[in-house]
T-cell receptor
Framework: ETGVTQSPTHLIKTRGQQVTLRCSSQ?????VSWYQQALGQGPQFIFQYYREEENGRGNFPPRFSGLQFPNYSSELNVNALELDDSALYLCASSWAQGPNEQFFGPGTRLTVL | AQSVTQLDSHVSVSEGTPVLLRCNYS??????LFWYVQHPNKGLQLLLKYTSAATLVKGINGFEAEFKKSETSFHLTKPSAHMSDAAEYFCVHEDSSYKLIFGSGTRLLVRP
């Protein structure tokens, strides 16, 4: 059974650029959630996708957007990057909605200069 | 609003001594609570979860947590710390839409 994978591992961008982060969910999981973890803080929920539809969103501006594909993999897109977007971005997959364990990937470290 | 508060940002123990990581929660309903661990350069791993069954929850690697409604607490304990336990620990609350709300984290240091 393959776990949750994320790419790339590290990324450096400059302010104003756009970035796309990718996540492959664990086999059999149809729900993907994205979290932002700033240095020294706990992860914060960005949004969740269930069967290719956004299913809940945290307190993040519209320049944070996402997609989920028919194979349940997912992308996180961030436009007009700001310095404060520098963080570890975590993807988690789970089976359906509900109180099921979310399995986390290792994350993508984004640095905005 | 649901929230969790981790009372210590850092905890330092000697190897072989007990571990106590403190967490208080705020919820308007019976909560689902979790403890996750994060080792450097690794993903978050679930240690244990409480979902209104037994109040004493046993997890992996010898960790356990007790749900105390009267104190709104969900403290994580382990009888004897091991060097490999050094990591960041997060107390997590699941809200009514199954979104995870993380505490600010407690860094556990284990001295030899």
């Amino acid at each position: 059974e393959t776990g949750v994978t994320q790419s790339p591992t590290h990324l450096i961008k400059t302010r104003g650029q756009q970035v796309t982060l990718r996540c492959s969910s664990q086999s059999g999981h149809n729900t993907v959630s994205w979290y932002q973890q700033a240095l020294g803080q706990g992860p914060q929920f960005i949004f969740q996708y269930y069967r290719e539809e956004e299913n809940g969103r945290g307190n993040f501006p519209p320049r944070f957007s996402g997609l989920q594909f028919p194979n349940y993999s997912s992308e996180l897109n961030v436009n007009a990057l700001e310095l404060d977007d520098s963080a570890l971005y975590l993807c988690a997959s789970s089976w359906a909605q509900g109180p099921n364990e979310q399995f986390f990937g290792p994350g993508t470290r984004l640095t905005v200069l | 609003a649901q929230s969790v508060t981790q009372l210590d940002s850092h905890v330092s123990v000697s190897e072989g001594t007990p571990v106590l990581l403190r967490c208080n929660y705020s919820s308007s309903y019976s909560p689902s609570l979790f403890w996750y661990v994060q080792h450097p350069n690794k993903g978050l791993q679930l240690l244990l979860k409480y979902t209104s069954a037994a109040t004493l929850v046993k997890g992996i690697n010898g960790f356990e947590a007790e749900f105390k409604k009267s104190e709104t607490s969900f403290h994580l304990t382990k009888p004897s710390a091991h060097m490999s336990d050094a990591a960041e620990y997060f107390c997590v609350h699941e809200d009514s839409s199954y979104k995870l709300i993380f505490g600010s984290g407690t860094r556990l240091l284990v001295r030899p």
